[in-house]
């Protein structure tokens, strides 16, 4: 009787935990599908919420010549969308060349897609910061303090410079 209640019991154990890898394996999948959602919607031009952006027009013309065919809301507004914001200003958490953890603000001058770079310059005169995307660990809008997900953020402008014939 002991034998087939530590059977029991051992059995129960095995189940319980294949039960909780296939919840574990399932929710794994059910994120990594929303991230290749959300990747794919950056790639077609949707600019996410969670990104530094500034109000402006997508024509680099910025004429005042708008079709017939957009709302009245969007004529009334002369046409302003949301775009990525190349400059932003932003407290950034990273690791540097020494593995000494560094947390500064930064004006981003320049975003070196080839070279993965944000080169930017400080609150100090004559500080300039370059820092490399891989040893970022965490970045926040310096204003309102919202995170935001750098991958995304250098997918937008990737995208944004694409579109207007940059990259």
Known sequence: MAQWQFFAALLTGVLLLLAVMWAW????????????????????????????TVRGSINPSGGDSVPDTLPEWFIQ??????????????RVRYLDAHDKKIECVIQ?????????????????????????????????????????????????????????GQA
């Open 25 to 52: 394996r399932r929710a794994a999948g059910r994120r990594e599908t929303q991230r290749r959602i959300e990747a794919a919607r950056i790639r077609s031009g949707h600019v996410p919420l969670e990104i530094p």
């Open 77 to 90: 507004g002369k046409g302003e969308h949301a775009i990525v914001d190349e400059h932003p200003r932003i």
């Open 108 to 164: 981003v001058d320049n975003l070196d897609l080839q070279k993965k770079i944000i080169t930017g310059h400080g609150e100090m005169p004559g500080e300039v910061r370059r820092v490399p995307l891989h040893r970022i660990h965490s970045a926040r809008i310096a204003e309102t303090g919202q995170r935001f997900d750098v991958d995304t953020w250098v997918e937008a402008v990737r995208v944004a410079r694409r579109r207007r």
